[in-house]
């Protein structure tokens, strides 16, 4: 198969121009995406040598201990996650990497028997745990994710209609967040071979960056100005899950309101008001990048 030689480097992590677009928490997510990837492509014998050969490729050095522009994206993710500061450096802010790097802990060794197997042609043991263990360590708390690794782990046991179902949602990861990662073309195509993709199952991928401190302790005085003392603790916690994903409780859409009456009186005044908001957003951006 041709495409096999299309996996003999990274793509979407071959410089570092392109990993100072990532946060620590973008790599953990698109690390995820990618095993899932590869945990379903081993499940077809036609697709089954590209697995294998990405496994192999990603094992092939001792430890995730150096950026190699020569390996797979995955490697290169896995170099981030379990990075020194070195590796954060690389990403786009270091600081805040660091932070959430210390409070995460990779089972490297799973992971690496994990795509050891794989690259023998072995088939893995306890994947269903290994996946659940690194939805806990990697922040993954998009449910759409864990119903995909649900399907693609009982595969065999899962009628055409869910597989189709999660192997469309799982393309529609792949285009937001490995557009140009070098695993997502063997997806494409065992998608188009085995007639996965499904029109009616909605897009509901956005292509953001995920924060790895959402709110830091040195922004939380100008937050209460924003929404007042009493509101501040909930704010937090609403601008927190807004950035997961996750479904906000009324009470938590209340004490952020008056952020968001700013916001609707910004709207109402008209384009120039608009304009304005944007040229002071890319000043904050600046600013932070200089702290």
């Known amino acids: ?57 990603t094992v092939k050095y001792t430890g995730f201990d150096y950026f190699r522009m020569s390996s797979t994206d995955l490697y290169n993710f896995l170099y981030f996650i379990v990075g020194d500061d070195e590796a954060l450096s690389k990403l786009r802010d270091p600081i805040d ?40 360590v990697l922040y993954i708390n998009n449910a759409s994710y864990k119903s995909i690794r649900r399907t693609v782990i009982n595969l065999e046991r899962t009628s ?68 007042g003392a009493k509101n501040l603790y909930l704010a937090v916690k609403y601008i927190e899950l807004s950035s997961q994903g996750k479904t906000i409780p009324s009470h938590l859409v209340q004490a952020f309101n008056p952020a968001l009456e700013v916001l609707v009186d910004i709207i109402k005044g008209g384009p120039a008001y608009l304009q304005t908001l944007k040229r002071l957003q890319r000043s904050a951006k600046k600013a932070q990048r200089r702290r």
Do not use: W
Not at 2 to 9: G, M, P
Not at 168 to 183: E, G, Q, V
Not at 193 to 221: F, Y
């Open 1 to 57: 198969m041709d495409f096999l030689k299309e996996l003999a480097e990274a793509r979407m992590t071959r410089s570092t121009s392109r990993t100072e677009r990532l946060t620590y928490r973008d790599c953990c997510e698109r690390a995820y995406l990618v095993l899932l990837i590869l945990e379903l492509l081993r499940k077809y014998p036609r697709f089954s040598p590209v697995a294998r050969q990405y496994a192999k490729d």
């Open 97 to 136: 990497a660091k932070k959430v790097r210390e409070k995460t802990h990779l089972p490297t060794m799973a992971v690496n028997r994990y795509l050891t197997k794989i690259s023998h042609g072995s088939t893995p043991e306890n994947v269903a745990s290994l996946f659940i263990k690194l939805e806990s």
């Open 160 to 227: 055409d209609g869910d597989i189709k179902k999660a192997v469309t949602k799982l393309l529609y990861a792949a285009r937001a967040k490995l557009r140009s990662a070098d695993i997502i073309d063997p997806l494409e195509r065992l998608a188009n071979v085995r007639g996965l993709e499904s029109p009616a199952v909605p897009d509901r991928e956005t292509v953001i960056t995920k924060p790895d401190m959402v709110v830091k302790d040195s922004d939380l005085m100008y937050l209460q100005r924003l929404v």
